[in-house]
């Protein structure tokens, strides 16, 4: 089945640093979602992006599918900010089905 | 527009028992897909159901089993708990229009399900 790996696992910054996280994929997709998991557990959805850039606010994102890359960016970072990011997609071969990424721990400093 | 509503938030039961957790899509969403995430194993796909079928399924033991009612609510039950299904349940709703669609999942809170 399809593989999702994200780079860095970790990550630390100082509040107002910008950062680049990756999600790499091994075949074709039809769906790939970027969520942002608070301390509470639950997924917020950041984008739906299988392709193209996408911005919001502080973020954006770009899906390379030929390539099978994404990287969501998050610039003047703040505390708030801080959780785990993951990257989401569903197969061409595995309808309804996300297979998720093992995530970005992000921790921002004050 | 009410978002995913999972409930219970918090589950404690012991070995050997059953538990059932529910899920309410928001409105007008007819799909409802289960995942499990455990520190180990990350976020595992369950199943998922769509107008009350399921139409895929994860590499589950047949202990996990789900089922969808005619207004999409949805439940899944786990049978003789063991003390590794200790994690948090997560459900999503989607309006999935079909394959290859946009199928943009929202996801609930989750239940926390500890077994003792």
């Known amino acids: 089945g399809i593989q999702v790996e994200q780079s860095p696992p970790d990550l630390i910054l100082q509040e107002g640093a910008n950062s680049t996280l990756r999600c790499n994929f091994s075949d074709s997709v039809n769906n790939l979602q970027w969520f942002h998991q608070n301390p509470w557990g639950q997924l917020i959805n950041l984008f739906y992006i299988p392709s193209g850039t996408k911005q919001n606010g502080r973020l954006s994102a770009t899906t390379v599918a030929t390539e099978r890359y994404s990287l969501l960016y998050i610039s003047s970072s703040q505390t708030t900010d801080s959780g785990v990011y993951f990257c989401?997609?569903?197969?061409?071969?595995?309808?309804?089905?996300?297979?998720f990424g093992s995530g970005t721990r992000l921790l921002v400093r004050p | 527009k009410a978002g995913v509503t999972q409930t219970p938030r918090y589950l404690i039961k012991t070995r050997g028992q059953q538990v059932t957790l529910s899920c309410s899509p928001i409105?007008?969403?007819?799909?409802v897909s289960w995942y499990q995430q455990t520190p180990g194993q990350g976020l595992q796909f369950l199943f998922e159901?769509?107008?009350?079928?399921?139409?895929n399924k994860g590499n589950f033991p047949g202990r996990f089993s789900g089922r969808q009612f005619s207004n999409s609510r949805s439940e899944m039950n786990v049978s003789t708990l063991e003390l590794g299904d200790s994690a948090l349940y997560l459900c999503a709703s989607s309006l999935s229009e079909g394959v290859g669609a946009k199928n943009i999942q929202y996801f609930g809170a989750g239940t926390r399900l500890s077994v003792l």
């Open positions: 409105s007008g969403h007819r799909s």
């Open positions: 989401a997609v569903e197969g061409m071969d595995s309808s309804y089905k996300l297979i």
């Open positions: 159901y769509f107008s009350e079928t399921q139409r």
